[in-house]
């Protein structure tokens, strides 16, 4: 048996100690680090299905959430008497085929009914009616061969150069058209990493982004190779400034800010971002604008916003925007503007050594339907100043009916004071996703969102939506909770607060499994 000749010695127990309080320092600051109470229910989790039995129940509560989510999206799919799991041997007749096609449509209740969202931002039957014949005219066209579909080339460069100015670009502004903010965003990313690596020589490209910027980011980042770094949120749900400034350096490439976030509905301090970054040229200033891109214009020029979020402040290098949004398109349209070419340019691929001939994409696509594109275009010059300005009114009467609404039911608050387009709100005494499940029971259906848990309303300016109905159905809901809260104990409530759970610890393997059911 061995003894250790120094354990008597002062300094071997000082060290002793040292090591013993770093060690423990380690694990606190571990633990602590995303929450105490996230990382023991992580870490619970992960011990838990180490033990006997104990996997085979969690896989059995994943199963039974992942039931509960098919029984909410597929129940009515269980009477389909033409379920076409293979192209079939003799084909329908075509009306049949649309008989099939208007039966399924017809099932969308809650949109008929101004109830349910689904990212229609308008109704308008004459917007409606229009899209659907440029759909029409142009559903064979690719704008990829620009030489054959000139219109194509036509509607995509006037759509860009419409957005350029009602962002307060100039002549240099330009931009290409694409299938949604996601490519947008993704296009976007491409081209600061490329343009890092060209003219700074930037090898690991970071990109900053708030903590409630899109998803998109995320996903950017790990098609590119960024180096992901999310800058804090301030009490009033905005980016921390004071974080960006920390967190820039050489490897900086992009910074992002949302006009608004697609959360909360607050626009972040676009201005002072483009201050932070005077002395960074390698880095570009991008504003998602994907939801707000086509409101936030008509509401400044209506005096209803005072804050500048686009071309108008010299730094701002970027912007995405959803034309298929407030822009009324049809889905499938949206733009990513630049300042000038010389960000654009880093965007293209081009391969010069493909026996197929000269390659060459200005987006992520290769082929591009021409109808979103024609649709978008014929909304623009069909709606004018004046239809967006009329619409921008309609929208904004809603919005603030719902947001004042909100703050006067005993129990709720909105998250901060959003500035446009989502309104968020919670509850510090009731769980407010049983609120959502008793506003699905009056057939409206809402968003659950996260960190902090709420329910989420994205405006529209549809004229089926009735904005005092859905308050006056939000303060039955919270009634109806408060009195019968055993009546809401399961549902979609029980399957988001597992969820939800399972985020905020970061118990990823479980929760994906939840996820990849309602997928």
């Known amino acids: 048996m061995s003894t250790n000749q120094f354990a008597d010695q002062p300094w071997y127990i000082w060290a002793e ?19 105490l109470v996230n990382n023991i229910t992580r870490l619970t989790i992960d011990a838990a299905q180490t033990l006997p039995g104990a996997k085979q129940m969690l896989e059995k509560q994943q199963e039974e959430a992942i039931k509960d989510i098919q029984k909410q999206i597929f129940a009515e799919t269980e009477a389909d008497e033409y379920i076409m799991d293979e192209i079939p041997n003799e084909g329908l007749p ?14 969308e209740e809650g949109y008929r009914t101004g109830k349910a969202f689904g990212g229609i931002y308008t109704d308008y039957e004459d917007v409606e009616e229009l899209e659907k014949k440029a759909l029409a005219l142009y559903c064979d066209s ?5 030489t054959t579909f000139p219109g194509l080339r036509k509607v995509e460069a006037e759509v860009v ?41 930037v090898t690991k490209p970071e990109i900053i982004i708030p903590e409630s910027a899109h998803a998109a980011f995320i996903k950017g980042a790990h098609y590119f190779g960024y180096k992901l770094v999310y800058a804090k949120i301030r009490d009033d749900w905005r980016v921390d400034l004071d974080d960006v400034r920390r967190l820039v350096n050489a490897n900086t490439v992009m910074v992002v800010g949302s006009a608004p976030s697609f959360p909360h509905g607050v626009i972040d301090d676009i201005e002072a971002l483009g201050d932070i970054l005077k002395d960074h040229p390698q880095a570009g200033l991008h504003v998602d604008a994907c939801l707000g891109g086509f409101i936030l214009p008509w509401l400044q020029q209506l005096g209803h916003l005072k804050k500048d979020f686009d071309f108008a402040i010299p730094r701002v290098t970027s912007i995405s925007a959803d034309l298929h949004k407030y822009g009324f398109a049809p889905k499938g349209a949206s733009v990513v503007l630049y300042k000038n070419n010389s960000y654009r340019k880093h965007q293209y691929f081009s391969y010069l050594g493909w026996s197929g001939g000269l390659y060459c994409s200005p987006a992520l696509q290769g082929s591009r339907a021409g109808g979103p594109m024609a649709g978008a275009w014929a909304v623009f010059v069909h ?7 009329e619409s921008a009114s309609h929208y904004h009467a809603a919005f603030t009916t719902i947001l004042s609404g909100v703050n006067s039911i005993d129990g709720l608050h909105s998250i901060g004071t959003p500035d446009a387009c ?15 499940d008793a506003m699905l029971k009056r057939g ?20 089926n939506f009735d904005a005092q109905g859905y308050v006056d159905a939000l303060r039955e809901s919270v009634v ?7 009546d809401f104990e399961g549902g979609l409530a029980g399957i988001y607060g597992l969820a939800n759970t399972l985020a905020e610890a970061q118990a990823t393997a479980p929760l994906k499994e939840i996820l990849a059911g309602y997928m």
């Open 17 to 35: 100690h040292v090591v013993v309080i770093l060690g423990a320092a380690y694990v606190a600051r571990k633990l602590l680090k995303g929450g």
């Open 444 to 463: 409206w259906t809402v968003n659950r969102l996260q960190k902090p848990r709420c329910i989420q309303l994205q405006v529209g300016s549809r004229r």
């Open 94 to 107: 075509s009306e049949k085929v649309m008989e099939i096609l208007e039966f399924w449509r017809n099932k």
């Open 422 to 436: 989502t309104i968020a709100y919670s509850s510090d005494d009731l769980d407010i996703y049983k609120v959502a």
């Open 383 to 389: 709606m004018g100043k004046k239809g967006f300005h």
């Open 480 to 486: 109806d909770v408060r009195e019968n809260p055993k």
């Open 161 to 201: 150069r419409m957005a350029c100015n009602l962002m307060h670009g100039n002549a240099e502004t330009c931009g290409t058209m694409t299938s949604g903010g996601t490519e947008s965003i993704l296009c976007a990313m491409k081209t600061y990493r490329d343009r890092g690596a060209a003219e700074f020589g």
């Open 142 to 146: 690719n704008g990829l061969y620009p």
